[in-house]
């Protein structure tokens, strides 16, 4: 962490700041320039919040040096985690290829749609049973109906599901039920969600990122689950806010590349929420497996046209069993594995 | 609102869709235009999910005429709302004029402050119990002992008390305790407190905007809260997110005209926390009086420089008083009360 | 179009504007709603501007049903542009395969990356001659001397040659020299300079898209080109601005589906000048490539320590040469042809 | 300049970037941290391109710890630039009160609007005569005929006039004719035109920010005009591109404090095209004022449901006359002068 004075600052004000921060546990080194001076800190600055240093009035601004995650940096970690969800495996060159509708909406569509995706190559299902909708008005889900409907359409295709926990109250049945954890967009910053989660969920968490989260904000989510417990978070891209409208969000691809360097944590890519129309969703998968991630969630639905929630945005099975056969193309020339 | 038809389309599309959306309880219009056929939907509308026909192959794109959000709305409810807490009103020509330390630390600080910021004229008292913090290693509020702080500043001064409420667990605390119920900008689309907020909460509800809420989502999370039993909401600005990174976040100030434009709701404006620097405050906070909103939230603290959290974006006391003397002169010209 | 009333409007009110807009030359349709009338318009309303409209007191708001290009529109060109750049093809299944130093810096230089490029795979040159730099500081480009050289390393290789003009007083040189001439994404929107391009520029254009332009202004400005007279426009994505700021910008690869659903021209890729950072560039090209994208613009350089621009973001030839054997992987699946 | 060494770096490492840089013109001082070590640069480092450092393979990222702009600096410039426009002062404490139409239209129109936002206390007539326009097809303004109108304004009235340069061959006209030159939005970062204006450019100029400039970027923009020799610049905040599109961008009324605390230039504010709705106007102006602006740009067209362009943003002579009522009050507050 570098602290940057005023010009202004004098001797005193840097005898006072080089106590203060030494107090908390680190060194300092001090470089006077020609117009300002620096004092750097020397040891483990994660713990200091910067901006308990940049009150104090000498101080012009505080930089940080490095991340201030410990646990899923990649630095402290070096070997990429590999998730196992029932026996499929997600990182470390293993795709998780989940797939399903955006709502469980009765027995017969959840388990036509689990065998028509488990044919196709899908690994795991999803369905949402508790939604998040912006209006009130909306269908809010089936709420614990659905997750019994998604456990028989396990039983009958063996996938393991995926969906979404809102509410601190259902921690219990999602232990109970569920196989990989998820927790939305919108709640990526539900400190109260996230410490429950990390400490009570002891499945897999797929986390996703908020629509206008940095990835040190998303990572920062992460830590969060991972510093009361839960180790195993799969980071989850479902597109960012920007001012085009056109699409609902933009994909942020580039994510890839950033997270697998910056931390050790699987990777999976939500083209079906990013874009908002369902003739997005085959390049951008295909960019996305070419991009080097670790996994992909796409909404089917065998008749969108009734869907009860994100029907534009929802593959019919035919669209995707052809997708997934130019994904299993390009998983073959970049060597990624999938159970 | 308008369903806009591809060129595409023939009669038999029209037809299909025409009684598609008229199940839903709405009469049709059709438009046949030079290159597309376009169908107006009449009637109440509010509870149609534009994406339910959107998913038709024959539909190019639909946009809404009218807000989907009724009891927020200003065209059915044309006066303003004005919200009494303890006697304090906010909106209608009122201001709420909330001032205090991001978070409690102390007893003798959060009197101290209090006590100051009422002598300026601040007629609500702020400070956090529950903090919402970026990084799991930093300093998380004092919690329910924060809150029977508060209780005792509010003995002290009379002044009302403002605090955020992070988990639906704290419910009933906050019903016994607390004067108006902060729900935080990080939490401004968790449905699930939303609702249970606006079912159990009988005491005021400050919502404040997302980050990168749009007025519409910001307002339907005031519509959540009062389609589930509580009409007492007030709306704050606190800086939403932009690529401009030497502030924390842009103060968006023509927020105040639209949000009296679109609902009857009060709103007021946060400037500590949308700048993030101490000396942005006054002139944002006299801007925000001239444009006309009902109210502020303004952070003030005696020691800003050994605040636990947040302390470059605090005011010392003696600024706040200087602040406030310009405040009154605004009031007067603009005709603002203050209790 | 669709104009929409208030609630307020009247008989007369429509009447009025029924006769304001078909004076411009288009019929109407009027839809009476329960609570909004609204007033569809038919014809040609690319030439209307719908300001002129929302200006009238009765009027809530205008809403285009169609979009406001022609020339650029796939609904009246639905075959695929195809660029023709001194034998090389970009667009319809032929990929533009770009690449170069951002800077011309001396002849050996240049020289010794384009063969490096070509022997690659590399179909087109790439060097910087006049640079737009944030600072007056910087390096400004090589200027007409550049030129001569890109020329020379023409010459050498046979590739053709594409470099930004920035200035019209440099039209004729450019017409002269160059092969394909770029507009920077700063001069998106300088409409004297995309003016004269469209009514001087002999050669095919390459339109990168402003740091924050919607794809519709982005298509717009390459109206201006056609609309002025020439028709061989490329465009270009490299990066939108966002509140990330860990890379430069963010590469919103959906521009791909969407521009070639919207209109017919070719659309390539620069992953160099989005990210900022060259260990993004193979992944992201990769991606694009996947996504269907026309064609890529590279920076390379033999030495990017050196380099007096934009070095962190250049491949050094060995990366370039491993990344365009995946390309040729990719464009195989894909049945995509490169000359 | 601070250099941020990778973990891996060696001592090597550290002594050929100690070389690197001390070619440049700058000391070091080296800081060993117990991960990380950093390497601070000492002197001038304004001229330092930080890419060129941070393309070294042992190097993981520069920070700037002091602006790369000199004259604009308020470092090195501590009192307020005041800017005299044929005697009107804009700038430490004197308002600068721009109105008029979008685009002049005709004498009676341009003659009869300066006229009457004189007599409501404007100092400086506006007026589009060149106009950068979204669609080809839109009406490009009147050209040099509306530069002539303008100068009629200006002998009938008395008021300086300012209207925006778009091409550098009308340099010669715009020194002869205009008092305030503009820069637009869209040619923030037309550095061929801001080099040409610096240089050539007598009168003082206008510069409006780019829609998603940051502030630096803006500044440097300055940066360019007053290095090519023009010292005389206004900058114009006119709203900022964001994810919200109720309104056409959002005013950033943050910039006032914060380009008054980075540069000695005077800034205003056009509140007209931020909002791009006329009932924005007002109480944005208002809160311009409130916040510290050195004064506004505002449309007012005596007829704008006829404007040929951006009728919908403009204001009426009587709500310009009554929104300088409440301008003067503020004034007198806040101890602003207006000639």
């Not at 985690?81 to 955006?102: E, M, R, S």
């Not at 039920?177 to 797929?206: C, F, T, W």
């Not at 874009?275 to 670790?294: E, N, Q, R, T």
């Amino acid at each position: 962490m570098i602290v940057v004075l005023k010009q202004t600052a004098n001797k005193d004000d840097v005898e006072r700041l080089k106590n203060l921060v030494e107090k908390q546990g680190v060194r300092t080194s001090v470089v006077v320039g020609t117009e300002q001076t620096i004092i750097g800190l020397i040891g483990d600055t994660t713990i200091i919040d910067p901006k308990t240093i940049e009150v104090d009035e000498a101080v012009d601004h505080v930089m940080r040096v490095s991340e201030p995650y410990k646990l899923a940096n990649r630095a402290f970690h070096p070997e990429d985690t590999i998730i196992d969800v029932c026996g499929v495996k997600i990182g470390g060159g293993h795709l998780g290829l989940i797939a399903g509708p955006c709502s469980v909406e009765n027995e017969k569509q959840i388990i036509e749609v689990a065998r028509s995706v488990k044919a196709s190559g899908a690994n795991i299902l999803r369905g949402g049973a508790f939604k998040p909708r912006t209006s009130p008005y909306s269908f809010q889900g089936m709420g614990e109906e659905a997750l019994n409907l998604l456990l028989k359409a396990k039983e009958e295709t063996g996938l393991p599901i995926c969906t979404e926990l809102m509410d601190t109250e259902h921690i219990q049945l999602f232990n109970e039920k569920v196989d990989i954890v998820q927790i939305g967009a919108r709640n990526m910053q539900n400190y109260s969600l996230l410490k429950r989660v990390g400490h009570e969920i002891k499945k897999p968490v797929l986390l996703k990122r908020g629509l206008s989260a940095t990835y040190e904000e998303w990572i920062m989510a992460a830590e969060y689950i991972m510093a009361n417990g839960n180790p195993n978070v799969i980071l989850c891209e479902r597109g960012i806010r920007t001012f085009e409208t056109y699409t609902r969000n933009a994909l942020d691809l580039q994510a890839i590349p950033v997270i697998k360097k910056l931390t050790h944590l699987p990777i999976i890519i939500d083209p079906s929420h990013a874009g908002g129309k369902w003739w997005l969703v085959p390049p951008m998968a295909k960019a996305s497996i070419a991009a080097g991630c670790d996994g992909l969630m796409i909404e089917v639905h065998n008749d969108p046209e009734k869907a009860l929630s994100d029907g534009p945005q929802s593959l019919r099975p035919d669209k995707y069993d052809s997708l997934m056969q130019d994904i299993k193309k390009l998983a073959a020339i970049f060597g990624k594995e999938y159970e």
